[in-house]
């Protein structure tokens, strides 16, 4: 059974980084089938795709439009987990956060328990 | 990338069929639509992928179907313990990989 546990602060100040780590359990952050995402939940936004990262051979990223430029998604094999960075955080970016495990373009399979992140000085 | 439009909210009494709609561009392109149910305070959990398949365990009471850009999901013989709010997802091919709906709340009268 595939487990991510969720892990990082709840508040971070306007114009700074959101950091948020991932252990993944019961699968690896190198498998060549799954892509591993991160994604969040307000209630002006709703749910929101912000991107993944996968192994295939060598690693790739997908960003959303929406916080390209300002996101990077990245993989600690050694540890088995992947992270998210958000720059230059505003008030618009609190949302629960959440990653999951997609498979095959076939949608979101495990999830992890979701982080309240507040954007507020 | 819009996101997908749902209905708000559908109800129905305990017993009952409802259909929740799911409609957007990117449904009718790519077989990749799934289906999420989402307790309060808990995380999505994934009821429907590639269109109409259930994971592994999870009721038949929950189906799905998909007509050009709209996408359905029913839920029969309705329980108490299905009311929560539902979301939609298409796979886009593009950098926003996915597209979610915005959300319906279901309610058991």
């Known amino acids: 059974q595939v487990q991510l546990q969720q892990s990082g602060p709840g508040l971070v100040q306007p114009s700074q980084t959101l950091s948020l780590t991932c252990v993944i359990s019961?699968?690896?952050?190198?498998?060549?089938?799954?892509?591993w995402n991160w994604i969040r939940q307000s209630p002006s936004r709703g749910l929101e795709c912000l991107g993944r990262?996968?192994?295939?051979?060598?690693?790739?990223?997908d960003y959303a439009e929406s916080v390209k430029g300002r996101i990077v998604i990245s993989p600690d094999t050694s540890k088995n987990q992947f992270s998210l960075q958000l720059h230059s955080v505003t008030p618009e970016d609190t949302a629960v956060y959440y990653c999951?495990?997609?498979?095959?373009?076939?949608?979101?399979?495990?999830w992890g328990q979701g982080i309240l992140v507040t954007v507020s000085s | 990338q819009s996101a997908l439009t749902q209905p708000a909210s559908v109800s129905g009494s305990p017993g009952q069929s409802i259909t929740i709609s799911c409609t957007g561009i990117s449904i009718s392109t790519y077989n990749r639509v799934s289906w999420y149910q989402q307790h309060p305070g808990e995380a999505p959990k994934l009821v429907i992928y590639d269109d109409t398949k259930r994971p592994s365990g999870f009721s038949y009471r929950f189906s799905a179907s998909k007509s050009g850009n709209t996408a359905s999901l029913t839920i029969s013989g309705l329980q108490a313990e299905d009311e929560a709010d539902y979301y939609c997802c298409s796979y886009t091919g593009g950098d926003t990989v996915y597209v979610l709906g915005t959300g319906t709340k279901v309610t058991v009268l």
């Open positions: 990262t996968y192994y295939r051979s060598r690693w790739y990223n």
């Open positions: 999951a495990r997609g498979v095959a373009a076939s949608g979101f399979d495990f």
């Open positions: 019961g699968d690896s952050v190198s498998s060549n089938s799954a892509a």
